[in-house]
């Protein structure tokens, strides 16, 4: 951990009790965001990067439970550590975090607004709760804020309701929002995913202009490995509840050492040749009621070794000489250029007997 | 039914002049229509046999409601949709309802959410067999028999069929969506966003699934998307709508390599890269136009970096650009002098 961490994850686990049993969406996961930085964390559905989201903000609600592990956070006043995930419920430090050190943009712009309110009303709820300003005070900072997220007119826009604007507007709207405290951190949950292609540049823009020029640390969720790639600086990408590989940008998407990276990268359209087939991923991402043994990709992983892939205990998260990080025993061999550094016990050495 | 072989270039489907305007009511008791939405406007293009023509544009650029209009599940406000049946052509604009059930035997619909386009009361077996049944084409065994061959066919098993499609992800289901539009034999398939809704490793077998059915069928799609990069991967050519119009109509290569509109050249920079060398533009100004509300001229003009005089006043067409087989929609393209007369024509006609 370096000093310019500001939120560090180790061994997240968010359980959902259900019917079918425990379902374990977060199960083990550690990343750290630096000061003024993009993680990105990248995976399919059921992956639990939103759920990992979600934890951060303690915005996890029954069956589901935080059932392990630690969220510090580090505010850049210099106290003392805060660690989230041990925070009462219904404690000041968690709503002072929640919403004013720490916010959150969601995918959906629609929803994540209220249809009876108007812009006015729901930004300035915002700021009424976390600072000591009268109602038109907040009023004039909302405008502000609706300005620099790039809304035209804001004073005439202020007043109106969200069915009165389009998707890409509304989604200003909701980041002005999650700014309007001046968050140290932001929580961006899939922000670009329901918008068009140009639109979505646009607010890529306002975020990567955030970070620059006030600093803010981003945690990314997307599923979008193009988009990945255009923001962020590091990245973790996630299976079935844990982190596979993590790296920073250029590592992951350029020289990834874990296969199901390498395979999504693969089956991207648009690389090869048109028409040619694309080299899918055999299988579908299983439930998380029925995680395989050993390591969980292993059905649908090319380098599957029976007997070394398909048993014992998921793999750890291992260093690699090029910087990259990766849960997989295969990596020596996939990739003969690199080497683990950092531990001692040499993973070349199989369980022979099995 | 006839099997004909037709001659290689004949098109499945020449649409020609297609609108679809929707009305624009006044609020209050006495409801009269003071507007309309050009959804589809003036839209032509052919479709050949065989080949997988892209329908590519943004949110509200009409390209679900063109596709939905040729099928005719919108009645079309104005054009022509012909369609070559294999015994006789007819224009799906002008059938009537009657006479339009046979003709949906031949053309059929896969969905882009196969969580609710699949009933969920429905066995994958009725789901699958219930255009069979409905046309009166098989029952009993014969039935069974055609719906295990299909589900075979779309990398699904037999036995899956007493099972309810929630017991199936997100990819088994569109599996199923593609089952079901595929028993008729159709010969024009239009999939609207068919792979949108898919995790990336599944896109890329469903992807592959559509490419080995059509080989298989001599199938002839109309691909609804949105997402560009599927479309260079799986398009022999690709038409670009925006605000209810076709703006570019160019070869798949040809397209991405050198875009010709303005427009098209904005929406392909706009495509992050998974380089993280190779920057996107995040710099194309202003919203997707209005179709209720589209300025004079090109629809295109707000936003262009490219815009010159005629622009804001004639509405631009699509036209051959000089050597190359792509057709644009922009006065750029376009000889002065053709600008001046359709000026002075969409001037009288207003």
């Known amino acids: 951990m ?4 500001v939120l560090q994850i180790e061994d997240l686990k968010t359980y959902f009790y259900t019917e079918q049993g425990e379902i374990p969406a977060v199960d083990g996961v550690t990343v750290s965001l630096q000061r003024g930085k993009v993680l990105a964390l990248v995976g399919e559905s059921g992956c639990g990067k939103s759920v990992t989201s979600y934890s951060i903000l303690r915005l996890i609600r029954p069956p589901g439970k935080i059932v392990g592990g630690k969220i510090l956070f580090f505010p850049s006043d210099g106290v003392e550590p805060v660690d989230i995930a041990g925070l009462d419920e219904t404690s000041d430090a968690l709503y002072s975090v929640r919403g004013g050190h720490i916010s ?10 209220s249809p009876v309110h108007t812009i006015n009303n729901q930004i300035s709820e915002a700021i009424l709760l976390h600072q000591d300003v009268t109602p038109a005070q907040a009023r004039e900072m909302a405008i502000e804020m609706l300005r620099k997220v ?3 007119g804001a004073e005439r826009r202020i007043d109106q309701y969200p069915h009165e604007m389009s998707g890409g507007m509304r989604q200003r709207v909701v980041i002005a929002m999650a700014l309007v405290c001046n968050p140290e951190i932001l929580i961006a949950d899939e922000p670009t995913t329901a918008l068009d292609v140009t639109i979505q540049g646009q607010i890529l823009k306002l975020i990567k202009d955030l970070v620059s020029e006030r600093g803010t640390s981003v945690v990314f969720i997307t599923h979008d490995l193009g988009v990945v790639a255009q923001v962020a600086d590091d990245v973790a990408v996630m299976y079935l509840g844990r982190v596979v590989e993590k790296s920073d940008v250029r590592g992951v998407l350029k020289t990834p050492l874990h296969p199901y990276t390498m395979s999504l990268l693969q089956s991207l359209p648009g690389l090869g040749h048109r028409g040619a087939r694309l080299p899918a991923i055999r299988g579908s991402v299983p439930n998380l009621t029925d995680i395989p043994p050993g390591c969980p990709f292993h059905p649908r992983c090319p380098h599957a070794v029976r007997g070394r892939c398909d048993v014992g205990d998921r793999p750890a998260l291992r260093t ?4 990259g990080q990766a849960a997989c025993v295969r990596v020596e061999e996939i990739h003969p250029h690199v080497h683990e550094v950092g531990h001692s016990n040499d993973p070349r050495v199989a369980p022979a007997t099995v | 039914m006839t099997n004909s072989t037709p001659a290689p270039q004949t098109p499945l489907l020449q649409v020609r002049h297609l609108c679809k305007y929707f009305p624009i009511m006044s609020k209050g008791f006495a409801r009269k229509q003071i507007g309309a939405v050009k959804a589809v406007d003036d839209v032509n293009f052919d479709l050949m046999r065989g080949e997988t023509l892209g329908l590519v544009g943004e949110s509200g650029s009409g390209k679900t409601t063109c596709a939905r209009t040729i099928l005719r599940a919108l009645a079309p406000t104005s054009g022509q949709a012909i369609f070559d049946t294999g015994d006789g052509v007819v224009d799906l604009a002008q059938v009537s309802e009657k006479d339009l059930k046979p003709l949906r035997q031949k053309m059929q619909m896969v969905f882009q959410d196969p969580f609710s386009s699949l009933n969920p009361r429905m066995t994958v077996g009725d789901i699958v067999g219930e255009p069979l049944v409905i046309h009166k084409l098989a029952r009993g065994k014969e039935l069974q028999d055609r719906v295990d061959e299909m589900l075979l066919k779309v990398g699904l098993r037999p036995e899956h ?5 929630h017991a199936f992800s997100g990819g088994q289901r569109q599996r199923i969506g593609i089952a079901r539009a595929l028993i008729m034999k159709p010969s024009l398939v239009v999939a609207d966003e068919a792979v949108s809704a898919l995790d990336v490793s599944v896109q890329a077998q469903v992807i592959n699934l559509l490419a080995d059915l059509q080989d298989e069928f001599n199938l002839t799609y109309l691909f609804v998307a949105h997402d560009l990069s599927v479309v260079r ?8 709508m925006y605000a209810g119009k076709i703006v570019e109509l160019a070869e798949s290569e040809e397209l991405f390599e050198n875009p010709r509109h303005p427009y098209s050249q904005a929406l392909l920079s706009a495509v ?5 060398d190779i920057k996107m533009n995040f710099d194309i100004g202003g919203e997707v136009a209005d179709a209720g509300k589209l300025p004079p001229g090109c629809p295109f003009h707000p936003r262009c970096p490219h815009r010159f005089e005629p622009c804001d006043k004639v509405v631009p067409w699509l036209e051959p650009v000089e050597g190359s087989t792509t057709r644009t929609a922009c006065h750029l393209y376009i000889p002065p002098e053709k600008i001046a007369a359709a000026g002075a024509a969409q001037a009288g006609s207003n």
Do not use: K
């Open chain 1, 104 to 113: 959150m943009i969601f995918q959906e712009p629609m929803t994540a607004l």
């Open chain 2, 233 to 240: 991967h799986i398009c022999d050519r690709v038409a670009v």
């Open chain 2, 272 to 276: 992050p890269s998974i380089d993280p």
């Open chain 1, 150 to 152: 790039g809304i035209p």
């Open chain 2, 161 to 165: 069929r007493q099972r309810y499609p």
């Open chain 1, 320 to 323: 690699f000489s090029n910087g």
């Open chain 1, 2 to 5: 370096t000093n310019d961490t």
